[in-house]
């Protein structure tokens, strides 16, 4: 069974910064895109950052020049660097993966359960 951790969510003051993780773990063959999605009071899941196994990055308008997402192949690890982080950022921070755990399935997307993040201003 393979799963999805989050951590390094918290509480900070606007214009402060946090650093999230997310660690998959189990029977994991191989990992296509990664990604970071957040959801807020809404319930809505927007995504906010995405990389490719090769390394290439995409980000919503809203967070580009203040995020960086990054990721470890080796640790099957993703990340994602908040600066100047605003109110309007407060969200559960969820991580995305599309994975198979053998050579011979098809990728399939598997989340993390999220993590709190809440910028005071």
């Known amino acids: 069974q393979v799963q999805l951790v989050e951590s390094g969510g918290g509480l900070v003051q606007a214009g402060g910064s946090l650093r999230l993780s997310c660690a998959a773990s189990?029977?994991?063959?191989?990992?296509?895109?990664m990604a970071w999605y957040r959801q807020g009071p809404g319930n809505q899941r927007d995504i906010v950052a995405r990389?490719?196994?090769?390394?290439?990055?995409n980000y919503v308008d809203s967070v580009k020049g203040r995020f960086t997402i990054s990721r470890d192949n080796a640790k099957n690890a993703v990340y994602l660097q908040m600066n100047s982080l605003k109110p309007e950022d407060t969200a559960v921070y969820l991580c995305?993966?599309?994975?198979?755990?053998?050579?011979?399935?098809?990728?399939?997307?598997?989340w993390g359960r999220g993590t709190q993040v809440t910028v005071s201003s």
């Open positions: 990389i490719t196994s090769g390394g290439s990055t």
């Open positions: 995305y993966a599309e994975l198979r755990t053998e050579w011979y399935t098809n990728f399939t997307p598997h």
């Open positions: 189990g029977r994991i063959f191989s990992i296509n895109d």
